[in-house]
C-alpha cells in the first residue's frame, strides 16, 4: 500500500484514487459495505434520503436540501460528478467540506479498507458519509451515482427514496431499455418505506419492482399531482412554487412530497424561501458574460437534451446562436445533435481531455456535418481555446449555449469565473 504520507493534498489523494481500483465503474455493494462497516456509518446512523433517476436528481437534492434547512435542520448532501472541485460532492449545510475533513476522511477510509480496492466514486461515498456523521447532521441526501440497485450509495438504507425520472441512458450497465432500467431505479427503495415517483410515463416494471420489495409508492398522477407550478397533496392541499427559468417543476414538487411523506409538514412559507433563490449549477444556468448570454446545461442524454432545447424554444434569441458542446462516447450522440441542430448550425467542439470515455472533436463533428451539411464546425484542442475562439466569432447579445458532459460545462465555467 503507498503510505499515506504521500498524500498531502487533495489532488495527489485524488490522482490516487483514480488508479486504485482497475475498473472506473464497478457496480455491486459487497466492497463498499464491508469498508462501510468497518468505518461505522451503515448502522443506527443519520436518517437518509436516498435520490436516484436519470435526469433531475442535483436538482431535487438541492430542493430538499434547501427545503429541510428552512424546516430547523442540519443537512448533508452528497453529488455527482462535480463542475469545478471534489469538494462540490460533500455539503453540510450549503457548504462544500473544505479540504481538511476530506483529506481525513481518506485517510481513515485508506487505513480501513486493507486490501478491498475501491473504485473513486465508492472512495467519494464513503469520505461523504464520514463527513456527515462526524459533522452529526440531522438528514443525509445522497444522489445515486449511476442505476441505484447496485450503486455505492445503496450500501445505506433509505428512510425514503425518490425516482426522479427514467430514461435511457447507461445501457451498458443497465440495458437498453426502460423496462429494463426501471427495476435498477427501484432497487434504492426499501420495504415499508416511502418511495416518491415523480416519473409520469411508468415503465411496466417499476410498479411490480417496488411492490417486490415491500416499498410504498407515492406515484405522481395517482397519489399526488402537479398542476403547472403547484403541487397538490393527497390530503387535497395545494402548495405553488415559485416558477424558475432553469429548474424543472417535477423535481421541486418531488422534494414537497417527500417530506409530506416523512411527516415533516412543509407550508407554502417554507417552500417560498426554499425555491425562490434556488439555482443549480450546470442545470439550464443562464448568465451574461462580455455582452454575450450564456446558457450551460449538463445535458448529455435523449432526455436532458430535449429539455434543454424545449426551453431555449420558450425564450428565443434576438441575435446569433452558437453551440458549445462536448460528450463521452457511450452517449446517443447523433439523436443529441440532430435535437439540438433546429437551434443553430454554429458548432464548437473542444478537446476537454476527458478520459478515454470522452468522444473526440473530430468524430463529433462527423456527427454534426451528416446531421446538418451546412454547418459551420470548429474544433479546438483544449477548452481555454474554445472559450476563446467563440468570443472571436460572436458579437455581444449572440447566445452561447455549452452542454453535454459534466467536463465540458464545468471547463466553461471554470473560464468564466476566471475571467469574470
Not at 223 to 232: E, F, K, M, S, T
Not at 292 to 297: N, S, T
Not at 324 to 351: C, Q, T, Y
Request: proline share 5%; aromatic share 6%; net charge negative.
Amino acid at each position: 500500500m503507498t503510505p499515506l504520507t504521500a498524500f498531502e493534498d487533495l489532488p495527489a489523494w485524488l490522482s490516487h484514487l483514480e488508479t486504485l481500483h482497475p475498473k472506473t465503474i464497478d457496480l455491486g455493494l459487497a466492497r463498499v459495505r464491508t469498508v462501510a462497516e468497518r468505518l461505522d456509518v451503515l448502522g443506527g446512523g443519520v436518517p437518509t434520503i436516498i435520490v436516484a433517476g436519470t435526469n433531475g436528481k442535483g436538482t431535487t437534492v438541492a430542493a430538499l436540501q434547501s427545503l429541510l434547512r428552512q424546516l430547523g435542520f442540519s443537512v448533508g448532501a452528497y453529488t455527482s460528478p462535480h463542475l469545478i472541485d471534489f469538494n462540490e460532492r460533500i455539503v453540510v449545510n450549503g457548504q462544500p467540506a473544505v479540504d481538511s475533513r476530506i483529506l481525513d476522511a481518506f485517510a481513515e477510509i485508506e487505513s480501513a479498507r486493507g486490501e478491498i480496492t475501491l473504485s473513486y466514486f465508492e472512495f467519494a461515498t464513503l469520505a461523504a458519509l464520514l463527513v456527515f456523521k462526524q459533522s452529526a447532521v440531522d438528514w443525509q441526501v445522497l444522489e445515486v451515482g449511476l442505476g441505484g440497485r447496485l450503486d455505492a450509495v445503496n450500501c445505506v438504507d433509505a428512510d425514503l427514496s425518490i425516482i426522479t425520472s427514467i430514461g435511457i441512458d447507461h445501457t451498458e450497465w443497465l440495458g437498453e431499455t426502460r423496462e429494463a432500467i426501471a427495476p435498477e431505479k427501484a432497487g434504492v427503495a426499501r420495504a415499508d418505506k416511502p418511495v416518491i415517483v415523480a416519473e409520469s410515463a411508468l415503465p411496466d416494471t417499476l410498479l411490480p419492482a417496488l411492490n417486490t420489495i415491500g416499498a410504498v409508492p407515492w406515484v405522481i398522477g395517482r397519489d399526488w399531482h402537479l398542476n403547472q407550478w403547484a403541487v397538490v397533496l393527497p390530503d387535497g392541499q395545494q402548495i405553488s412554487l415559485p416558477p424558475s427559468e432553469s429548474l424543472q417543476p417535477s423535481n421541486l414538487s418531488a422534494a414537497v412530497i417527500a417530506l409530506k411523506a416523512l411527516g415533516l409538514k412543509p407550508t407554502q412559507e417554507h417552500v417560498n424561501a426554499a425555491f425562490k433563490a434556488l439555482s443549480v449549477a450546470g442545470r439550464q444556468f443562464r448568465l451574461h458574460h462580455r455582452g454575450r448570454e450564456w446558457w450551460l446545461d449538463v445535458a448529455h442524454n435523449r432526455e436532458s437534451v430535449a429539455a434543454l432545447v424545449s426551453s431555449i424554444a420558450a425564450s428565443p434569441p434576438t441575435n446569433a446562436t452558437h453551440l458549445v458542446f462536448g460528450a463521452m462516447v457511450d452517449k446517443p450522440l447523433r439523436d443529441m445533435i440532430e435535437s439540438v441542430s433546429k437551434l443553430s448550425s454554429v458548432w464548437h467542439l473542444p478537446n476537454n481531455q476527458a478520459g478515454d470515455r470522452a468522444a473526440l472533436p473530430a468524430d463529433l463533428a462527423e456527427l454534426v456535418r451528416a446531421v446538418d451539411h451546412l454547418a459551420t464546425v470548429t474544433l479546438y484542442d483544449t477548452p481555454s481555446l474554445a472559450y476563446d475562439g467563440v468570443h472571436e466569432v460572436t458579437d455581444p447579445g449572440d447566445r452561447i449555449i455549452v452542454f453535454g458532459s459534466f467536463v465540458t460545462v464545468g471547463e466553461q465555467m471554470k473560464l468564466l469565473q476566471r475571467h469574470a
